[in-house]
């Protein structure tokens, strides 16, 4: 299903933020394969019927705050692409059996941008970092600065997860520059 405001040209951010905010389950999410149900709403956080984004977000943040071996940079990083190639299969299977591009029930792409937000050396671990890369990453992924808009017009699981990466690499950024401004 195409968003009404991407036919006239433009894509309207707010629209697609507020309708996520209060967004509702689908209901024939029963055509849906359990394992890409399972992936792409990371374990059900996706069907939370109020900010399943940002609930989807905690879930990564929190996950990364409670085991310390995601907090190693490198098990982060290969953590990073499996979340990436599953999310871009499970994302764009969820995608075509519902016809509603980017579904909001989808949240692995916010565990991507959030981990990918919390790839750190130096702040690793540390909950004042775990925090404001959350922060961040919520920001970036409502504003969606360039080129992030660019991939959430995209069609299919590609489109879904990328403009999240981006988010989180905007928000890495913002965090580390945080830290090292008032550390």
Not at 42 to 56: E, K, N, Q
Not at 127 to 143: G, H, K
Request: hydrophobic share 50%; charged share 15%.
């Amino acid at each position: 299903m195409t968003d009404p405001s991407s036919a006239r040209g433009h894509f309207d951010w707010f629209s697609k933020a507020r309708s996520r905010l209060w967004a509702k389950r689908p209901p024939d999410l029963k055509n849906v394969p359990t394992p890409a149900l399972l992936a792409g709403t990371f374990f059900y956080t996706g069907l939370s019927p109020i900010g399943s984004g940002t609930v989807g977000s905690l879930a990564a943040a929190a996950i990364y705050a409670v085991l310390p071996g995601l907090q190693n940079p490198v098990i982060l990083a290969l953590a990073c692409i499996v979340v990436l190639f599953v999310g871009i299969w499970s994302g764009g299977v969820i995608e075509h059996i519902l016809h509603i591009q980017d579904p909001g029930i989808v949240v692995i792409d916010e565990v991507l941008g959030q981990w990918m937000a919390l790839l750190t050396l130096q702040f690793a671990g540390n909950l004042t970092y775990i925090v404001l890369a959350f922060v961040f990453f919520r920001i970036f992924d409502v504003l969606k600065p360039p080129p992030a808009r660019y991939f959430e017009k995209k069609k299919g699981g590609t489109g879904i997860m990328l403009d999240d990466a981006v988010a989180g690499i905007y928000a890495w950024i913002a965090a580390h520059l945080v830290m090292w401004i008032f550390s």
